[in-house]
């Protein structure tokens, strides 16, 4: 046999053991829903609620009984991406860059992907937008998703209201028919399905991003509940309701293609219940909801569904767990492989021990903070968490300073009723060093991440990431506030850049000067706080003049002619960090800061 032969035999025996190896590979299917918290689903109590399929995922898994994220979401959403704590990872916050994965954070789906599988990305990201801090370029495949935020913010596209609303697909804008939940399960049952016609195993994140409000839902869908509760909360636990009826037709399609055996399934939910009328809400026993620093605001379901062989019978598992353990889990469980670059410390570790039973499960520490501030304090709005305490300490405003320690002992106290500080002393100063430790060793004193303007995307500048905090919803644009804004970036690489100043974005094709009528859609009740609705008139500002300042470099102006959409300006740019300011200048010389930006290398 010729050398040729001898390597073309070789290749193929190789090529095929790759192919069974990766056909043979466990695929994993993450949900996560938005502002679902633990007391929000018929399995853990709630009267009211109906959830069946949510409930019959519980009833397969194994439950993690003491799970924790964090109170709020962008944070917990870059634990759950990197396996480290989301003050480490510079996501402090939810807005105004604040919400930026650092660069250098090794992300879930980059294990997947040198493992051989495929990735894909399905609804809420909040954890950085504009490059290179999107889905695809931080190792998914395929992403169908929302801007940097929720329903109605100016990162969203244009009057999305959750009903044949516009989504970025892989980059690019595109009109999806029919329900936004619907259409995030669709999008990924198809890349499900695909990835098995193709042989190749899958990794599938599927964050939803109800119930978060507005509460927007079908009027139809709020029927079972319109006896018993207000409509605020007959919209909330309608689109729970909408999940859990897609939930039931995912583990259908899992098991009606026979995947259900050869996949991990993960239910969980990124922070507590926002649920509308707090005061006399289902609380499953706990204090507080979302953005609590007690239990309610941060202790949510976590239902793990996997071969027998691998996590044993359905049970509750008892034993301090949190969102930081998944990546670890699952490079473990599925045997992955490290990307091509440093991996940091994690903190969290695998559940292997608690999901099959064997290996110990030694107790720990874990810090949670809800300050969604410009720059975090050490101390404030803290909870340090482990088996038996949480101590939180809260930022008294009238005093300027940090408050006295409350402790609970939590196996005794769910409902944290009694604090027992006092009586503890040296549990507290322990406590205490442990925070400080860890406070000091998170590397907040780091500078802001910024966007990457180069040749490989158009960025877009919107007032939910300006550096310096404004209004960030569509309807204050809609009725022309007066914000300021500013934002920075990286320019890559030398050469020419063209920057798009709107008072609209590029969805909206109107004059600059024109108004809008406002928001509609027969296919949808508009259901939720007043000062987000979309169903407003945009009003027509007098818009005489643009000013683009390139801070530092230099200061641009231009006239706004009758028809045009946006003033456009073609800079010369040197590499390294840039800060701009646009300025929308009124006949008299008045200025607002500019609401949209659009920047882009030219060839």
């Known amino acids: 046999m010729s050398k040729f032969l001898q390597y073309a035999f070789v290749l193929f025996f190789i090529t095929a053991a790759a192919a069974v190896s990766d056909a043979g590979k466990l695929n994993v299917v993450l949900v996560m829903t938005d502002d679902q918290g633990y007391p929000d689903m018929g399995c853990h109590g709630n009267p009211v609620i109906q959830t069946p399929n949510m409930d019959r995922l519980a009833a397969s898994s194994v439950r993690l009984n003491d799970f924790h994220v964090n109170p709020f979401c962008s944070p917990s959403r870059s634990a759950l991406m990197t396996g480290r704590m989301s003050d480490r990872v510079g996501v402090t916050s939810t807005n105004f860059q604040r919400n ?3 660069r250098e954070e090794v992300v879930m789906p980059e294990y997947f992907k040198a493992s051989g599988y495929r990735t894909g990305q399905f609804g809420k990201w909040h954890i950085g937008a504009n490059y290179p801090y999107r889905p695809i370029d931080r190792g998914f495949d395929e992403w169908l998703g929302l801007g940097n935020n929720g329903l109605a913010t100016t990162a969203d596209p244009w009057d999305n209201d959750r009903m044949n609303d516009t989504y970025w697909h892989n980059g690019e804008l595109t009109k999806r028919p029919g329900f936004g939940t619907d259409v995030y399960f669709d ?4 890349f499900i399905k695909k990835c098995k016609e193709d042989d190749v195993p899958s990794f599938t994140y599927l964050a939803t991003n109800v119930p978060h409000w507005d509460w927007n839902v079908r009027a139809e869908w709020m029927k079972p509940y319109e006896e018993t509760c207000q409509i605020l909360r007959a919209a909330f636990f309608a689109s729970i309701s909408r999940v859990d009826w897609n939930l039931g037709r995912l583990i259908d399609f899992l098991e009606e293609e026979g995947l259900m055996e050869n996949t991990i399934l993960v239910f969980l939910t990124d922070n507590g219940s926002d649920v509308p009328y707090k005061q006399n809400a289902y609380t499953a026993g706990m204090r507080g909801f979302k953005g609590s620093l007690f239990e309610g605001g941060h202790r949510t379901a976590c239902f793990i569904h996997a071969p027998e062989s691998l996590v044993g019978k359905p049970r509750l598992v008892d034993g301090l767990t949190a969102h930081v353990d998944l990546m670890p889990t699952f490079i ?11 991996q940091l410390p994690f903190d969290g ?3 292997r021990p608690l999901l099959t039973g064997n290996g110990e499960w030694s107790d720990r520490m874990l810090v949670l903070h809800h300050q969604n501030s410009w720059q975090p304090r050490k101390g404030a709005n803290s909870v340090v968490i482990t088996s038996e305490w949480r101590m939180i300490r809260q930022w008294n405003n009238k005093l300027g300073k940090t408050g006295e320690p409350q402790l609970y002992r939590i196996q005794e106290d769910r409902a944290q009723t009694k604090d027992v500080a006092a009586e503890n002393p040296e549990v507290v100063a322990r406590l205490k060093a442990a925070y400080s430790d860890h406070w000091d060793n998170l590397g907040l004193d780091r500078p802001l991440e910024r966007p990457v303007l180069c040749d490989k995307a158009t960025l877009r500048f919107s007032t939910d990431i300006s550096r310096d905090p404004c209004s960030i919803t569509q309807q204050s644009v809609r009725k ?13 690489t030398a050469g020419r850049y063209r920057f798009e100043v709107r008072r609209w974005p590029r969805e909206v094709t109107v004059p600059m000067n024109a108004g809008l009528p406002p928001a509609s859609d027969p296919d949808i009740e508009y259901v939720g706080h007043a000062s987000w609705r979309i169903d407003v008139p945009g009003v027509a500002l007098d818009i005489a003049e643009v000013e683009l300042d390139l801070m530092g470099k230099q ?10 959409e946006s003033v456009v300006f073609d800079v010369e740019l040197e590499a390294g960090p840039l800060d701009i300011k646009a300025s929308l200048i009124d006949s008299k010389g008045e200025r607002r800061g500019a609401y949209f930006v659009y920047a ?4």
């Open 100 to 102: 930026y994965l650092r």
């Open 187 to 190: 999008a990924a049952i198809d």
């Open 332 to 342: 473990d469980l599925c045997e992955l492989k490290q990307p091509d670059r440093e």
């Open 349 to 351: 570790r695998s559940l």
């Open 480 to 492: 022309g506030a007066s914000l300021k804004t500013l934002w920075i970036l990286d320019v890559e």
């Open 555 to 564: 200061k641009l102006t231009k006239k706004v002619a009758a028809d045009a």
């Open 600 to 603: 882009e290398k030219l060839p």
